[in-house]
């Protein structure tokens, strides 16, 4: 599937494409096309097709990264004429270009999007596929450069309550002690529960200081 997980947290990103796409890149006959649509398919929004939203991107960007894969010496103004050969073969719309943002059309959910002003819509009323709500410092970011306010927030009342159930799910055996304990079964352990507690305390925190290197829910899973 297409990535949306934080860049400093993912160390492999995978993607997918469909056979449409794979045509109209094989049509192109060009492997730094290929390159840099691959490239900028890891930087996509999974429910959206969106590039350069939930994480910032430059056309300097784009051409750093080129260069170190296949040993180029490209300048940005190259990189455009590649962006623009990927968009007149409808593999991508370019919406901004400093910041860049575009939407990858192929994309297998991808939004019809065709202006700026569509997409910051969008964005305004979708801020969780960005991961908006976790990633406080890069919406701040976003929403203060195109100077648009949030007209979505999301409600932190209940976040302590969520972490909490989250942590009895991943528990299935506990599930039942929520409502009733079992006529033989053991009462459950204080003292876990309040570090349980102590847990949730703490992720709610640092969500609501914006501390995204706390608040990593990959980091179990890293080597």
């Known amino acids: 599937m297409t990535n949306q997980l934080f860049t400093k947290t993912t160390t492999d990103r995978y993607i997918a494409v469909n056979n449409e796409t794979l045509n ?17 398919a890891k930087k996509q929004s999974f429910k959206n097709g969106l590039v350069g939203v939930f994480e910032a991107l430059s ?6 990264e080129l260069n170190e894969q296949l040993s180029l010496n490209f300048n940005t ?6 962006l623009t050969k990927l968009e007149k073969a409808e593999l991508l719309k370019i919406i901004n270009r400093r910041p860049l943002i575009l939407i990858l059309t ?13 997409v910051l819509n969008y964005v305004q009323h979708n801020e969780a596929e960005f991961n ?32 909490l159930d989250e ?31 102590e847990l949730a305390s703490a992720w709610q925190e640092a969500i609501d200081k914006g501390d995204e290197s706390y608040f990593d829910p990959f980091k179990n899973f890293q080597n």
């Open 106 to 118: 192929s994309a297998e959910q991808a939004e019809t999007l065709n202006s700026l002003d569509e």
């Open 59 to 64: 056309i300097y960007d784009l051409m750093k």
């Open 167 to 197: 942590l009895v799910r991943a528990r299935p055996s506990r599930q039942a002690l929520q409502t009733q304990q079992a006529p033989h079964s053991k009462p459950t352990d204080p003292q876990r529960d309040t570090r349980e507690q």
């Open 132 to 163: 908006f709500h976790m990633m406080k410092k890069r919406a701040e970011e976003f929403f203060s450069f195109f100077k648009i306010d949030r007209i979505q927030q999301i409600a932190k009342a209940d976040l302590k309550a969520i972490a």
């Open 24 to 40: 109209k890149l094989t049509k192109l006959a060009c492997l730094k096309s290929w390159h840099l649509y691959f490239n900028l």
């Open 77 to 82: 103004q190259k990189i455009e004429r590649l």
